[in-house]
Nanobody, 122 residues
Framework: QVQVVESGGGLVQAGGSLRLSCAASGNIFSIDVMAWYRQAPGKQRDLVATIRSGDTMRYADSVKGRFTISRDSAKNTVYLQMNSLSPEDTAVYYC????????????????WGQGTQVTVSS
């Protein structure tokens, strides 16, 4: 089994910064994808940023130039540095990972974290 735990959310004023962390643990052989999604009240869950094995990164247009995704492969941890935050960034942020488990490395499985609230005040 794999556990995914996010941390680092909170309340920040517009223009401020926050750094989210997400650690995957358990019987992990490798991680193919680590990503951040967010869901604002009454809206669908949207992709924010992804980082794949080989460190290929992609961002939603709304966060390009402000958010940076990175990973520490040795710790199975992904980070999201969020700068120049605006109230429109207020949402629950979810970590998403695609993992190949030790007992079945030929298959990949998806896992979600429980979410962390980010609130940006104007």
């Amino acid at each position: 089994q794999v556990q995914v735990v996010e941390s680092g959310g909170g309340l920040v004023q517009a223009g401020g910064s926050l750094r989210l962390s997400c650690a995957a643990s358990g019987n992990i052989f490798s991680i193919d994808v680590m990503a951040w999604y967010r869901q604002a009240p009454g809206k669908q869950r949207d992709l924010v940023a992804t980082i794949r094995s080989g460190d290929t990164m992609r961002y939603a247009d709304s966060v390009k130039g402000r958010f940076t995704i990175s990973r520490d492969s040795a710790k199975n941890t992904v980070y999201l540095q969020m700068n120049s935050l605006s109230p429109e960034d207020t949402a629950v942020y979810y970590c998403y990972v695609v993992v190949r488990p030790l007992e079945d490395s030929s298959h990949a499985f998806q896992y979600w974290g429980q979410g962390t609230q980010v609130t940006v005040s104007s």
